[in-house]
């Protein structure tokens, strides 16, 4: 049974930083491509970052470019999200995701819980 649990969220002024992580079971993790989404009230689910299977490649929402981080430890099955300069509109809940095997992301099959993170102003 595939689980993923993300931790790390919270409340943070404006410019503040925060690291996500997502601690993933029931997989060969190095297999697998990873993702972080987010969702604003409101609003649809949106990409965030991607990590291929590897660690060799990673991509960027432009929103979060030259702020967000995404890195893996394959060895302890987690994927992380540093988050720095964190703004009002950064505000939403956070998943990770896992995506496709051998791959550098999609498609992602299954999803964490979400952890919330709000940046006040």
């Known amino acids: 049974q595939v689980q993923l649990v993300e931790s790390g969220g919270g409340l943070v002024q404006a410019g503040g930083s925060l690291r996500l992580s997502c601690t993933a079971s029931?997989?060969?993790?190095?297999?697998?491509?990873m993702g972080w989404f987010r969702q604003a009230p409101g609003k649809e689910r949106e990409f965030v970052a991607r990590i291929a299977w590897s660690g060799a490649s990673t991509g960027y929402a432009d929103s979060v470019k030259g702020r967000f981080t995404i890195s893996r430890d394959n060895g302890k099955r987690q994927v992380y999200l540093q988050m720095n300069s964190l703004k009002p509109d950064d505000t939403a809940a956070y998943y990770c995701?896992?995506?496709?095997?051998?791959?550098?992301?999609?498609?992602?099959?299954?999803w964490g819980q979400g952890t919330q993170v709000t940046a006040s102003s």
């Open positions: 995701a896992r995506g496709a095997r051998y791959a550098l992301g999609s498609p992602y099959e299954y």
């Open positions: 029931g997989i060969i993790f190095s297999n697998y491509a």
